[in-house]
């Protein structure tokens, strides 16, 4: 079956520590995104990628990093710089940049200890 | 910069009721825009979508018409379900960066 997976599911940081999402996707898509999800907030953009090996950064592109070195791979870091970083996060993809349709993963929450 | 504004929730409605929820954007030329679905705990799935002015997307009894008029695409079903209960975004996308509103929550009871 082709999807997103994203894992795992549920993510712990502690204080000043460095943590990777990961996203995988074998729909051979080009673009993918990453948003955070809050209550009441709704999805921010935080970086997309149109092709492997670029990306740019989104509305909220602090405190986060990205690489882009397959195709299918698309993880995110919460670094220590990111003060709030407890939330829902979600990864997507699309066929290309402009295309009509972003499928989304699973999503991972992640809590502060 | 573009940006999506719908309703806030949470929307509470009866088995079988009429359901409208309100979005509303701004951008700049044609953006083709969306209608997500979130259930608790999951990722989002698309519902439904128009590229263009005048379009009606539907899916699974919902619908909504671009107008470009009023910059509004405003989601309706005629009569909703428990199994309707869930959160709604509404997005603008396309060749533009995805942009979503804040998500409605809709409560469907027996």
């Known amino acids: 079956d082709g999807g997103i997976t994203q894992s795992p599911k549920y993510l712990f940081r502690k204080e000043g520590q460095n943590v990777t999402l990961s996203c995988e996707q074998n729909?051979?898509?080009?673009?993918m995104y990453w948003y955070r999800q809050d209550p009441g907030q709704g999805l921010r953009l935080i970086y997309y990628?149109?092709?492997?090996?670029?990306?740019q950064k989104g509305d909220i592109a602090e405190g986060y990093s990205v690489s882009r070195e397959k195709k299918e791979s698309f993880p995110l870091t919460v670094t220590s710089a990111q003060k709030n970083p407890t939330a829902f996060y979600l990864c997507a993809s699309s066929i290309d940049w402009g295309s009509e349709t972003q499928y989304f993963g699973p999503g991972t929450r992640l809590l502060v200890l | 910069g573009n940006s999506v504004t719908q309703m806030e929730g949470p929307v509470t409605l009866s088995e079988e009721a009429f359901l409208t929820i309100n979005c509303t954007y701004t951008?700049?030329?044609?953006?083709?825009l969306f209608w997500y679905v979130q259930y608790p705990g999951e990722g989002l799935q698309l519902l439904l979508k128009?590229?263009?002015?005048?379009d009606k997307g539907s899916n699974k009894g919902f619908e909504a018409t671009y107008r470009k008029e009023t910059t509004s695409f405003h989601l309706e079903k005629g009569s909703v379900q428990v199994s309707d209960s869930a959160v709604y975004f509404c997005?603008?996308?396309?060749?533009?960066?995805?942009?979503f509103g804040r998500g409605t929550s809709l409560i469907v009871h027996p």
């Open positions: 729909l051979n898509h080009d673009a």
């Open positions: 997005a603008l996308g396309g060749s533009y960066i995805p942009t």
């Open positions: 990628s149109q092709i492997v090996n670029d990306f």
């Open positions: 951008a700049t030329g044609y953006p083709s």
């Open positions: 128009a590229t263009k002015a005048d």
